[in-house]
């Protein structure tokens, strides 16, 4: 997939050259996780059928799932009426998207002035990733 | 709400104070609109018991509907495993959360290497803004 094709060129990327991507599994509507993605990001989630991101920390391409086999099937993509957000519709490989071994990265809810935690740990991070690696 | 409280401080503002802000629609789980917030326009919502955005074009706090009519009354608050971005699940007044008249701002859907608009209009523009304002 060439990273010149005219429908990138239509994506509005930031002042970094990154989009805000939102990955929404899509049997059960859930928003699982939100990343940024770069031109060849976005161009080699094509090619392959799965999401690829750009990880703002490590500074590189991240086939999500890589290392924890948690890797995301790419069904649909959508673009906002501003052309500045992309909108994923996945099937999220093992249930969990979330480095903390949840199924969904927004488990946090705000409750009595607070943050709690309210969904369960699926899996044991440590029993997840290879090495002893933070989601990027 | 004071901008002040701990609940507040566990967000991590980026760089402008902001944090990226997906609004879902609890009924359907669409996906209907992505935007930002700052440390204000998150107390705020949290006041108001509806969405109140920070508008980066406009440099304002925007009370999303102030003007459509099209106002969104949050049900839930959630933040991610980072703590940098927050999905609210939201019920759509006028099920219209796009500044086209349509019911998701995510209608353009990338088809044959081109983005396809297909989500149907379901209100002229023209009809839902007093004034001719674009999406801020």
Known sequence: MP???????KVR???HG?????AQEAASGDVVMFAWMNREALARTVE????????RSRRK?????????HTQ???????DCDEDVVLLRIEQKGGIACHTGRHSCFF????DEDWQAVEPVLQDPATIYSQDKKHP
């Open 18 to 22: 990154l989009v805000p991507v939102i």
């Open 108 to 111: 946090q809810q705000l409750k």
């Open 73 to 79: 099937k790419v069904l649909d993509i959508r673009l």
């Open 48 to 55: 392959l059928g799965e999401a690829v991101y750009w990880s």
């Open 13 to 15: 990327w930031d002042e």
């Open 3 to 9: 990273t010149n094709a005219k429908w990138l060129n």
């Open 61 to 69: 391409l991240w086939h999500k799932g890589e290392e924890s086999g």
